[in-house]
Every structure is written in structure tokens, then in C-alpha cells.
């Protein structure tokens, strides 16, 4: 009881911002903002065009809904906080708030990973066993397959939250960041925290590691199968199907990786492009991710300009 009466838990965090560039709070945020707007725009439209299009009513194209959704969320649940601390200089969340972002962001992060992989057997199979595919890919099995992915997610994450409120808060309650990231809040505990530590860096290598070994391997049969074909124009048409999902690939894991490697091994980074580096992680995937499937997908690119231009569709037909 004595400890009690001469320690009290902290009951809330001070997110810093991007430290440094505090001046330039105002301006960051208006980025921010754009592609936040952008985000939820974008991933709406292809929601939109995909239920609209019968011939879109496919695996592949289920499989980018579920993304869509997942990009809007994962964007909701940083943006609205950031642009508090950027334009508003709201800094203070609480506790369990603190602990609930964390939660969320890790959770869409990991669904985000198995959504990847997902849609890179949907391309294996298309282009591998294109006979099986509506018999291999059925409703049932995108679903099953949507709901392992969010339920291995969920699972993962929960322990996080729950090893971070066994440990006491006293004194530490800045947090040099614009979320709360989970080695970020571990890191300000008053304990030991060796468990949350390698319980946090086993998480994101074991994801990392068999998802990013599963789509290597999906591509690598993709490959194999793409330069068994004798016709140059097939292996084109074959490849031009995968064009948008690697895009997809590299643009949601290049920044991840960095922002994993920076936060244990870069201790050179300056915190600025750490932190910056860890929110464009968040808030450019979802935003790219439609442009690059309106962009590279036939189907959706005319669905999009029939709905903005219908007259110039009907003068094409």
C-alpha cells in the first residue's frame, strides 16, 4: 500500500508528434489530411465498382474488397489522432485508448499481410491451375480463408495489450511518436519488459517471414509456369494479371521493413524519419493501393470512367 500511496499510475500519454519538426506540424498535417481524404475516396470507389460490375464478382476482386476495407480502417485508426496532434495540438490520450490503437493498427497491419497472401494464391492459381480456379477459389473458401487471416490477426495481437497493462506506469508518459506503436509504449514502462519485447519481435518476424515466404514461393511457381508458355503475348497477358498485386507487395512492405529494421538496429536514424517513415507506412498503402488497381485492372478502369464520364463509355460501345 505504501508503494501505491507514493506512486501513481499514469492514467494517460503525450504523443510528441514528430520531434523536431514540430514547427511544421501545421504543414505535415495537410498531407496527412490529403491522403487520409484520398484513402477513404479511393477504397469506396472500388468498393462501389466492384458490387456495381457483375464480371468483377471474381476471387481476385473479393479478395481487393476485403483490402479496401482493411486500408479504411487501418487509415481511420492513425489519421483522426494525427491531425488532433498536428492541427489542434491535442497530444493527450488516454491509457486505454493508448492501448486500443495500438491494438487496432497491429491487428490491420497483420490482416493486411494475410490479405497479400491471399490474393497471391488467387494469382498461383489462376495462372497455374486455371482450370480449377472457380472449383479451388469458391465463396466458401474466401471466406474461410478471409476469416482465418483476421482470426490469426486478432489472436496475435491480443497478448500485446494485455502483457502492456500488467506493467506499471509511473513516471515515463512522453511518447516520441504520432500513434501509439506497441515497442514505443513498452518502452516508457517502469519494469521489466524483456517478455513484451520478444514477445513483440517474434509476432512481427514470425508474419513477416512466412507471409513474405509464401508469396515468394506463389511467384516463384508463377514464374515456373509463366515461362513454360510458348506464346510471348501469353506470358505478357499471364504477368500483366500480377503487375498490380506486386505493386501492392512492394509498396506495403519496403516502408514496413525499414520502419522494423530502424526501431531495433538503426540507432543512427534520426527519430524524424523513423517516425515519418512509420506513418507513411500506415497512410500511403491504403491510398496507392486503389490507384494501382484502377490503374492496371481493364474492368475497374472502365467501370470508373463510365461512372464519372457515362457518355464517353457510350460513345465507345
Given at each position: 500500500m505504501e508503494d501505491n500511496g507514493t506512486h501513481h499510475p499514469i492514467s494517460s500519454f503525450f504523443l510528441v508528434g514528430i520531434p523536431g519538426l514540430q514547427d511544421f506540424h501545421c504543414w505535415i498535417g495537410i498531407p496527412v489530411f490529403l491522403l487520409f481524404a484520398l484513402t477513404l475516396l479511393g477504397n469506396s470507389i472500388i468498393i462501389a465498382t466492384v458490387k456495381l460490375e457483375p464480371s468483377l464478382h471474381q476471387p481476385m476482386y473479393f479478395f481487393l474488397c476485403m483490402l479496401a476495407v482493411n486500408d479504411m480502417a487501418l487509415s481511420s485508426s492513425t489519421a483522426p489522432k494525427m491531425l488532433s496532434i498536428f492541427w489542434f495540438n491535442d497530444h493527450r490520450i488516454g491509457f486505454n485508448i493508448c492501448l486500443t490503437q495500438m491494438y487496432f493498427i497491429h491487428t490491420l497491419c497483420i490482416i493486411e499481410s494475410a490479405l497479400l497472401v491471399a490474393m497471391a494464391f488467387d494469382r498461383y492459381v489462376a495462372i497455374c491451375v486455371p482450370l480449377h480456379y472457380t472449383t479451388i477459389l469458391t465463396t466458401s473458401k474466401i471466406i474461410?480463408?478471409?476469416?482465418?487471416?483476421?482470426?490469426?490477426?486478432?489472436?496475435?495481437?491480443?497478448?500485446?495489450?494485455?502483457?502492456?497493462?500488467?506493467?506499471?506506469?509511473?513516471?515515463?508518459?512522453?511518447i516520441n511518436h504520432v500513434y501509439c506503436e506497441h515497442m514505443a509504449v513498452v518502452k516508457l514502462a517502469n519494469a521489466n519488459t524483456l517478455i513484451n519485447r520478444a514477445y513483440g519481435i517474434s509476432v512481427a518476424l514470425s508474419v513477416m517471414i512466412l507471409d513474405l515466404g509464401l508469396i515468394a514461393t506463389s511467384y516463384i511457381k508463377i514464374l515456373q509456369a509463366v515461362f513454360r508458355l510458348s506464346s510471348q503475348n501469353a506470358r505478357s497477358k499471364a504477368l500483366g494479371t500480377c503487375a498490380a498485386h506486386v505493386c501492392t507487395i512492394l509498396v506495403s512492405y519496403t516502408p514496413a521493413l525499414f520502419s522494423f529494421l530502424t526501431h531495433r538496429i538503426g540507432k543512427k536514424v534520426p527519430p524524424s524519419i523513423h517516425i515519418l517513415f512509420a506513418s507513411l507506412y500506415l497512410l500511403v498503402p491504403p491510398t496507392v493501393n486503389p490507384l494501382v488497381y484502377g490503374i492496371k485492372t481493364k474492368q475497374i478502369r472502365d467501370r470508373v470512367v463510365g461512372l464519372f464520364f457515362p457518355n464517353k463509355k457510350i460513345s465507345e460501345h
Open positions: 474461410k480463408m478471409g476469416l482465418v487471416g483476421v482470426s490469426r490477426a486478432i489472436l496475435m495481437v491480443l497478448p500485446c495489450p494485455i502483457l502492456i497493462k500488467r506493467l506499471p506506469y509511473y513516471t515515463n508518459y512522453i
